[in-house]
């Protein structure tokens, strides 16, 4: 049985990634594997190697305060690319107020600074686990 691939990345110029790392850490310790591209990461470049990879899940960590456009952007160039059934989860500084907007723009699940690995990891296994479902 294949694990769980997960694939995380920061966009734009967040300047520290330790939290990113430390859910990254959390999600290997559970069995998933993932890819950690790095910081200042483009919606062409995330795509371009969830696409390669065969991601079940994509996961963006912004600190910035660009949440709201990176995910219009990314979420548009999914559809465009018939990429929409691969879940995309956010996580980061985002106030509860984008919240809606966000999941407006098809962004599955945010998970704000201070949320739990444990919950983050469960909500991966149930999305991926549905997705595989109805692939």
């Known amino acids: 049985m294949r694990r769980i691939k997960v694939l995380l990345a920061k966009p734009g ?3 520290h990634d330790k939290g990113v790392k430390l859910v990254a850490r959390a ?4 069995g998933m594997e993932v890819l950690y591209l790095g910081m200042r990461q483009t919606v062409e470049g995330i795509l371009s190697a969830a696409r390669q990879e065969d991601v079940d899940v994509i996961g963006i960590s912004v ?3 660009i ?3 990176f995910a219009g952007k990314l979420m548009a160039r999914m559809r465009e690319l018939g990429m929409e059934e691969t879940p995309v989860v956010f996580g980061g500084v985002i106030s509860e107020a984008d919240v809606p907007a966000l999941k407006r723009l098809g962004v599955r699940a945010i998970f704000p600074v201070g949320s739990r690995f ?7 296994e149930q999305s991926a686990a549905g997705a595989k479902r109805d692939g």
Not at 118 to 124: C, G, H, P, Y
């Open 13 to 15: 110029l967040d300047g």
């Open 27 to 30: 999600l290997k310790d559970a």
């Open 63 to 65: 600190l910035s305060g």
């Open 67 to 69: 949440h709201l456009s």
């Open 118 to 124: 444990d919950e983050v990891r469960a909500w991966i």
